[in-house]
């Protein structure tokens, strides 16, 4: 069994409430590297394997949609626009992320934004018993099955990436 985190996130909270099985894992950012990449590295598990999640705003105000993609992946916008029926999707801009998901750059997870976006996760992850997507912090990853992810966020899988 692991020992608590460092720190407790509404991620790890929501996941222990619903009683889903999930793994943790802390690592250092103190050198600023916060992608998905170093993440991957970091935790020792395959790049394939660790997910990040982006958010969008759709060709409609206000409209915004989450999409999840392997660290190895380049979040294809046309795909992605497909998937959420829109004509066009574009990356929320950086400073709009914290207020809109409650979760900083680095730390934005599928899992417990401020509202409940339309997801899609790329249909790469259903090759994996398990994999990683952010725990809600930076540092912090939760590891658990792309099912249990896909039913707990009411999401989709999708062919996402370029």
């Not at 795909?79 to 929320?92: F, T």
């Given at each position: 069994m692991q020992d608590a985190p460092t720190i407790k996130t509404n991620v790890l909270r929501l996941?222990?409430?619903a009683k889903i099985p999930f793994q943790w894992h802390e690592f250092d950012v103190s050198d600023g590297k916060l992608d998905a990449m170093t993440c991957a590295e970091r935790i020792g598990v395959a790049p394939e394997q660790v997910f990040k999640t982006l958010v969008t705003t759709g060709a409609v105000a206000r409209t915004y949609f989450v999409f999840v993609i392997p660290a190895t992946g380049e979040l294809d916008l046309k795909?992605?626009?497909?998937?959420?029926?829109?004509?066009?999707?574009?990356?929320?801009p950086q400073k709009e992320l914290l207020p809109l998901t409650g979760y900083i750059h680095g730390g934005c997870s599928p899992i417990g934004q401020k509202k409940l976006f339309p997801t899609y996760i790329d249909e790469t992850a259903q090759?994996?018993?398990?994999?990683?997507?952010?725990?809600?912090?930076?540092?912090?990853?939760?590891?658990?099955?792309?099912?249990?992810?896909?039913?707990?966020?009411?999401?989709?899988?999708?062919?996402?990436?370029?």
């Open positions: 996941l222990e409430g795909k992605a626009a497909k998937a959420c029926g829109q004509k066009s999707v574009e990356m929320l090759l994996f018993d398990t994999i990683c997507v952010s725990g809600g912090h930076t540092g912090l990853n939760v590891e658990l099955a792309p099912d249990t992810l896909l039913d707990f966020v009411h999401a989709q899988y999708f062919d996402l990436v370029k």
